[in-house]
Each structure stands twice: as C-alpha cells, then as structure tokens.
C-alpha cells in the first residue's frame, strides 16, 4: 500500500512539473499569438507616403504651414516581412506624443485612431514619436507594443 502511494506521489509530482514547466514558455505580457508585431511604419495622406519608418532609420519630414492644420494622415504599420497592416484588435490603438506642442499639436478625430491630424502652431521644428498601444484606450495600464524613433515635423 506504501508503494502504491510513493508512485501515485511520484507520478502526481512528475506530472505537475511538466505542466507548471510547459506553462513558462506562456508570457502573459507577449501577444504573438494574437496580433502582429511591427518593425515599421508608414505614414500617409491621400495615398502618398510621407514617412517611412524601417527599423530606426526615418525618410520623410511632415512639414506644414503655421496656423493650418494637415490633411487627415493615416498610419499603417509594417511587419517582418515589409507588409503594410492596420491592428484589428479593438484593444490596439495609436498613441502620438509630440516633444514641442508650442510647434505642431497631434489631433484625432476619435480617440486612439490610426491616423489623425498635425496642427501647425508656430514657424519652428520638432519631432513626434508613434506608440501602437495595447489596452483600453488611454488607460495607465496600456503599454506600448510598437515605439517609432523620432519623426520629424517642420513648421514653416
């Protein structure tokens, strides 16, 4: 009866440790599963590239008068693979940060949208950087799947 309980311990324990063991290959924070991870992007308006983001290296400048505002501009992203995708996810959204407001403001017209609009404050340069978010849209547990390097935008 002792034996049958050590092996049934044994087989118990043996079993646990390839589950809890399988299971530390599952990162609760990484989503490759789910969606696509970028490696670029590319930021356009009437179906003309205007930045192209490849990695850290940025073509392009978005330069626009002052006190006007800019077509509506869309971001798409690329993959490994240099193809263009927008996120589906409803929990997948762009966030847009730029460093000198007193220059160019960022405008959605809804909140997280790929795309949006650059406001031309006053004659100057500054830069922006795109984040594709993950979460609720502007809720302080998103993060950042997707960070660009700086994008140029000049203000004449």
């Not at 407001?101 to 031309?120: K, N, S």
């Not at 594709?132 to 950042?144: I, P, R």
Request: charged share 25%; glycine share 10%; proline share 4%.
């Amino acid at each position: 009866m002792r034996n049958t309980s050590l092996r049934f311990g044994t087989s118990l324990l043996a079993l646990s440790t390839v589950l809890v063991l399988g299971a530390c290959d599952d990162d609760p924070v990484d989503h490759d599963d789910e969606h696509q991870d970028p490696v670029g992007m590319v930021i356009s308006s009437g179906g003309v590239d205007l930045v192209t983001v490849n990695g850290n290296t940025v073509t392009g400048t978005l330069t626009y008068d002052a006190g006007e505002e800019s077509p509506h501009l869309d971001v798409e992203f690329l993959d490994d693979d240099g193809d263009r995708f927008t996120p589906e996810d409803a929990d997948e959204w762009l966030r847009v940060t730029i460093a000198n407001t007193d220059v160019a403001e960022w405008e959605q017209d809804e909140p997280g949208e790929f795309g949006g609009h650059v406001h031309g404050e006053a004659a100057g340069a500054t830069v922006a950087v795109f984040d594709l978010m993950h979460g609720a849209v502007n809720s302080a547990s998103a993060h950042s799947d997707y960070k660009s390097p700086n994008v140029p935008i000049v203000i004449n």
